[in-house]
């Protein structure tokens, strides 16, 4: 980090100015949004030349943002309290994500649901699986979340699944988790899993509607990707 040079003077200025006019980030490069948002974790330094590094190390914007603040250390652009801010930028943007959308979602409309699903995973930097039971009214309303892993797996075993669902005491749900800056499209792993357990939650009439994978490229259902079916 000593290597990048102090900020121009009036540079900051002027971004912050251009920003103002429009309030929004049309026109605005990957690079330079995140350039503005350093402003506010690093005091007088050129932050369009660490904004560059930080992308072409991290891929993209949401590259950065999607990495952990050790992800971001280990890189050695940034040092841990600016790693923490840009941490807490993310939740705020995830707090938000969640807070903002409809709290309850009818289970027939099927974008809906997913939007629903994925806004509760906005935030999230390892993998976790959660429930999202039906009510009385067919509507999902709230999660539960059952597991936590790390940032390229999660644990979650049927058995245990299934007791907890019969906890929630609900007669249908979601099933859902995250692959946290990675693709979302189920693994054979993923679709062997929620057959299982379709399976043993149908023997005790309990009906999985759909196993839901929330990825960087977006949200995949496997029931609309024809991986699970109904059992008769």
Known sequence: MSSIKADHSGHRERMRQRF????SF???SEHEILEMLLYYCIPRLNTNELAHRLIDRFGSLNGVLDASAEELERSKLVNRNTAISLRFFFSLCGYYQKKNGPQSVSASAHKDVMEFITRSFAGETVEVVKLFPLD????????????MGSTDSVSFYSSQL??????????????????????????????????????????????????????SDGTHSLRSSGLVFDIV
């Not at 103002?20 to 309030?23: F, G, L, N, R």
């Not at 929630?168 to 189920?186: D, K, M």
């Not at 054979?188 to 839901?212: A, Q």
């Open 20 to 23: 103002a006019e429009i309030q």
């Open 162 to 215: 299934v007791l907890k669902i019969e906890e929630l005491g609900c007669r249908s749900l979601f099933i859902a988790h995250n692959h946290p800056g990675q693709s979302g499209v189920p693994s054979d792993e993923d679709v062997v899993y929620t057959r299982l357990l379709m399976s043993k939650l149908k023997e005790k009439n309990i009906t999985v509607l759909d196993h839901v994978i929330v990825g």
């Open 136 to 147: 009385r009214q067919r509507r999902l309303k709230n999660c539960c979340t059952v597991s």
């Open 26 to 28: 049309k026109g605005f």
